[in-house]
């Protein structure tokens, strides 16, 4: 089974799972494992991988409408270097820097392959879930999607530098807030947009008919790529029309297209459920 049969499988057991975050109270709470070998390419610092390990938890607790408190991390790897602990442990402490969060600690664990675990903690009384569309809405994305596409292309070029640069991206804690009054549904776009209106439609029971030329496509990746290549984590949500010009985001808001009935539709062609599997 790959992740989303195994998701499926377990469903009936933990009827509060579902969302980007579980929901306790005023409280959200997310978990994240990340690969040596799936998700850091050659060139990965471990400063960007503290930074992006801990990102991955804090944007999901972003797609809740959340603020973020804080997050721990588990590192583990064949042997402990004191400079790549310490450069970890500084990237995770810069990114829950970065959305107002703290870094509180983790554990250690020796590992064959380098892995991390992280977990992120957040607070709201009025959370975001997946389950809220409705037809007439607007569905809109934050920032631009391909970023971690274009990061991949500049580590195989040999541009660690750039890749780096690109990894450390800045969770949409900020955006996510703003959006959470309004919002009617939401999740990150980890999977790639378009497996994301997949699991929105899912959760919704409803459709989307979004158009290419409104979507935000990084420069220099294209469309199909930008759409379906997935780890970029901006936010993807549902809005009733008269709330966009309410929204105020540190970050830019883009109109893509409107919640239907049914079908998810690209420029009136089925749009394939096609994205990011781990």
Not at 53 to 67: E, K
Not at 174 to 202: I, K, N, V
Request: aromatic content about 6%; overall charge negative; hydrophobic content about 40%.
């Amino acid at each position: 089974m790959d992740e989303r049969a195994a998701l499926a499988r377990i469903a009936d057991l933990v009827p509060a799972a579902g969302d980007d975050a579980a929901v306790l109270g005023e409280s959200v709470v997310t978990i994240d494992m990340l690969h040596d070998r799936t998700d850091f390419p050659a060139g990965t610092t471990r400063y960007t991988q503290g930074w992006r390990a801990v990102g991955a938890s804090l944007s999901d607790v972003a797609a809740m409408g959340a603020t973020a408190t804080g997050a721990v991390a588990v590192y583990g790897a064949p042997t402990f270097d004191p400079t790549d602990l310490e450069a970890f442990v500084r990237g995770a402490s810069d990114v829950c820097d970065r959305v107002g969060a703290e870094y509180v600690g983790g554990d250690l664990d020796d590992t064959d392959e380098f892995t991390t675990a992280t977990t992120a903690l957040g607070e709201t009384a009025t959370p975001v879930h997946r389950s809220g569309a409705q037809p007439g809405d607007v569905v809109c994305v934050t920032g631009e999607l391909g970023r971690s596409a274009a990061a991949l292309d500049a580590f195989e070029s040999g541009d660690a530098e750039r890749g780096n640069e690109l990894f450390q991206f800045t969770p949409r804690v900020a955006a996510g807030r703003a959006l959470g009054p309004h919002a009617t549904a939401m999740m990150d776009s980890s999977d790639g947009l378009a497996r994301s209106l997949h699991q929105l439609a899912e959760a919704s029971d409803c459709g989307f008919s979004v158009e290419r030329g409104r979507i935000p496509v990084f420069d220099g990746v294209d469309f199909d790529t930008g759409t379906t290549f997935g780890e970029d984590f901006e936010l993807v949500c549902t809005l009733p029309p008269e709330a966009v010009d309410d929204v105020e985001t540190d970050v830019s808001l883009s109109v893509i297209g409107e919640v239907t009935e049914s079908r998810i539709l690209l420029d009136g062609d089925p749009l394939a459920d096609e994205g990011y599997t781990h």
